[in-house]
């Protein structure tokens, strides 16, 4: 399975953007799938994360400003991002989990944050 990630750029701070990750295979044990994001000089951290039941949760520095969904039957998820900052700036990495031990990393996505 492969990721296939989209929808990065540059923005101004206080601007938007919408990520989309798109997995090429349905996992029949899907566990988890997730939008981290790793920062100049920084860190790898979670930004959101959905699991099989929709049960979601993001990363504290979230607050309100991100939206995490997911598209079952596209395979998908899609991060919505509002309100961004110059500290958002970072790639920007789609993850799924499946079964006990199954992962795999998407290529990144770069997102800029700057005026």
């Known amino acids: 399975v492969r990721l296939v990630e989209s929808g990065g750029g540059l923005v101004k701070p206080g601007g938007s953007l919408t990520l989309s990750c798109v997995a090429t295979?349905?996992?029949?044990?899907?566990?988890?799938m997730a939008w981290y994001r790793q920062g100049p000089g920084k860190e790898r951290e979670l930004v959101a994360a959905?699991?099989?039941?929709?049960?979601?949760r993001y990363g504290d520095f979230v607050k309100g400003r991100f939206t995490i969904s997911r598209d079952k039957e596209k395979n998908m998820v899609t991060l919505e991002m509002k309100n961004l900052k110059a500290e958002d700036t970072a790639i920007y990495l789609c993850?799924?989990?499946?079964?006990?031990?199954?992962?795999?990393w998407g290529p990144g996505t770069q997102v800029t944050v700057s005026s």
């Open positions: 959905v699991r099989g039941g929709d049960a979601i």
């Open positions: 993850n799924l989990r499946w079964g006990m031990r199954g992962q795999t």
């Open positions: 295979e349905r996992m029949n044990t899907f566990f988890e």
